[in-house]
């Protein structure tokens, strides 16, 4: 398949323009007249030519390319593409060397095309400026017609365009495990890197995104940031997410695209202004050229130089990052693992100590982590325990969805049954009374001092996390199936009023529904939502100010404050517990309310 700098839907233009040519070529003259008259700081030159370092030297090694076809993938079923492999002279099976993939590879890999990669990387190596590095081109699937009256489907869009991890996984479980069969490759981000053009630039950064742990590198010519498939949302997303090790290149020309998807030229200046501002390892070439790989190929040696510098260090992070969620977090302070090796984790609650409990609901059971970060069994047989939510006199109450029954523990672990013959998930106790959500009835129950229960408010379509305000006037319920938190306000008597959908969390790729699970306060007044994306974080105004990314790769189910001084954040996420140290306090619920600061509208 041969490389396409330009978007698709361009390509049918060919013909039309071919004809135009014709017709306006007895005007030729009169129009180079008009052009030499115009100031040429109004048009653009896209004259940029390849320098020394992409054409061959005497007395450079060079390395050796490789073609294969690649039909078998899970991930894009049905798919075939070309690829080819560049594997420098200087490598040695003995020596793992590094790692950069290119998309639309036919075009990079050509030695006389606009890049020219192969003679590059001989001409860097032999002069030290980059490492070792073996080059990965691949062409994007086409799944081929039926029949000769029939198209092919063209995967390109979908693969480049899409938001999400599916092309990440591709890469990393499908085509460079077979490539490590092969050849020696080092693992760790900093040895990797992935680059393309137009719709392969933000496939390049989307991979990188999706997974800086495998990829820390990105060369990102004339990208495709625009509204085809929700690429427009990464200037946002950068600015909100905590920041990760990546150092990316930008390229761009003032005469790139501005079709209905965007404005190319705007969009890649959103990127470097988000990436500055949330501080990261990002430079820029700007130019005046329009959608293709001239400029991109004549600065493509420098740019090597730039994104391979210090290849053998990790890559900064954050460094004078302006996001708010760098209020919330500390430089240097990571997840770190509480507890492993259960089968589904939940319900993290701390107590007035700052002792965290959590559950692990199909061995049903309840954990304690101690001051000192010992954790130990609380209670057995808890009836497939959920939701946990301790109480004023120091009882821990917790959703039994496996008894049908709502439970409590006093300090020693000894269980008491509450409430009988009610289905729950997540509960939240005040001084006096408390609240647990019925998401397969889609209701939210209240519960008061003597234990009456009763229905406060259904139709949520999965209610899951809830928790009050810090004053203790709100309740907030998260709804698991869709994009918002609803708040309630609640009356004097505990019965809830003026539900809006409040909290307006970000959805990922592909997805209806937020993933909203777990949820607590901070004494500021900000909400932190366990979701897909991560910890989403929202001001009291409801607005996401942060996403703090999850430990690992699983169901991120529940959030907790806890620790001596009452500012880690603990979660838990899938089979295992980590916290990490915030410059944030966390609320208990159980104890009286307290007024946090007005928020800023």
């Not at 289905?423 to 001084?431: A, E, F, G, L, Q």
């Not at 990922?508 to 777990?518: E, F, I, K, N, R």
């Amino acid at each position: 398949m041969r490389f396409m700098p330009s978007m698709p839907p361009v390509l049918p233009l060919y013909g039309f323009l071919s004809l135009l040519a014709r017709k306006l070529r007895p005007l030729l003259p009169a129009l180079a007249l008009a052009l030499a008259a115009e100031p040429a700081g109004l048009r653009a030159a896209d004259d940029y030519k390849l320098g020394p370092d992409s054409f061959p030297k005497d007395g450079v090694p060079r390395g050796r390319v490789e073609k294969f076809s690649w039909t078998s993938t899970n991930l894009f079923p049905g798919t075939v593409r070309d690829g080819w492999v560049y594997v420098p002279a200087q490598y040695k099976p003995s020596e793992p060397a590094c790692l950069m993939v290119f998309q639309d590879g036919g075009g990079y890999v050509s030695t006389n095309g606009s890049y020219r990669v192969p003679t590059v990387f001989d001409n860097l190596i032999h002069e030290g400026s980059m490492p070792v590095t073996l080059g990965l081109f691949l062409n994007p699937g086409v799944v081929p017609a039926p029949s000769s009256n029939a198209l092919p489907r063209y995967n390109r869009s979908f693969e480049y365009d899409s938001m999400g991890d599916r092309y990440a996984r591709f890469l990393l479980e499908e085509v460079i495990p077979d490539l490590a069969r092969k050849y020696a490759l080092k693992t760790g981000p900093e040895s990797r890197a992935i680059a393309g053009a137009s719709s392969g630039a933000i496939c390049a950064f989307t991979a990188a995104w999706e997974r800086p742990d495998a990829f820390g590198r990105v060369f990102s010519t004339i990208g495709t940031y625009v509204g085809l498939r929700g690429g427009n949302e990464y200037p946002t997303l950068i600015r909100k997410t905590e920041p990760k090790p990546i150092r990316v290149f930008l390229q761009d020309g003032s005469a790139d695209l501005n079709i209905y998807g965007g404005n190319w030229w705007v969009a890649n200046q959103d990127m470097l202004s988000a990436l500055e501002f949330a501080g990261y390892e990002v430079t820029h070439v700007w130019g005046d050229g329009g959608h293709n790989g001239k400029h991109g190929g004549a600065i493509f040696p420098d740019a090597m130089r730039w994104l391979w510098k210090n290849h053998d260090q990790p890559i900064a992070k954050g460094k004078g990052s302006k996001q708010p969620i760098m209020q919330i977090l500390i430089p240097g302070e990571e997840w770190t693992q509480v507890s492993q090796g259960h089968g589904f984790t939940e319900g993290p609650i701390a107590n007035g100590d700052g002792e965290v409990f959590f559950t692990d609901i199909p061995n049903s059971r309840i954990h304690k982590v101690s001051l000192d970060g010992r954790v130990s069994v609380f209670a057995e047989n808890t009836g497939q325990a959920n939701g946990l939510a301790f109480s004023a006199d120091g009882y821990l109450y917790a959703a039994a969805s496996g008894k049908m029954a709502i439970l409590r523990y006093d300090p020693t672990g000894k269980e008491e049954t509450v409430l009988e013959g009610v289905t729950s998930n997540d509960c939240v106790s005040r001084v006096n009374d408390g609240y647990f959500t019925d998401p397969n009835n889609k209701r939210v129950y209240h519960v008061d001092a003597e234990g009456a229960k009763r229905v406060v408010d259904e139709g949520i379509p999965f209610p899951n996390g809830v928790v009050t305000s810090p004053d203790q006037t709100l309740l907030y319920v998260a709804d698991t199936r869709g994009q918002f938190v609803y708040s309630f306000q609640i009356r004097e008597d505990g019965s809830l009023t003026h539900k809006q959908p409040y909290f307006h969390l970000h959805l990922p790729d592909a997805s209806t529904g937020s993933g909203a699970d777990g949820m607590k306060v901070d004494t500021e007044g900000r909400l932190y939502v366990t979701t897909s994306l991560g910890i989403q974080v929202c001001d009291q105004a409801g607005r996401v100010n942060g996403i703090i990314p999850k430990p690992q790769n699983k169901w991120l189910s529940n959030v907790a404050f806890g620790g001596r001084d009452f500012n880690e954040l603990y979660v838990t996420c899938g089979d295992k517990v980590f916290k990490r140290k915030t410059k944030a306090k966390g609320v208990h619920s159980f104890r009286p309310p307290i007024k946090p600061p007005a928020p800023r509208l």
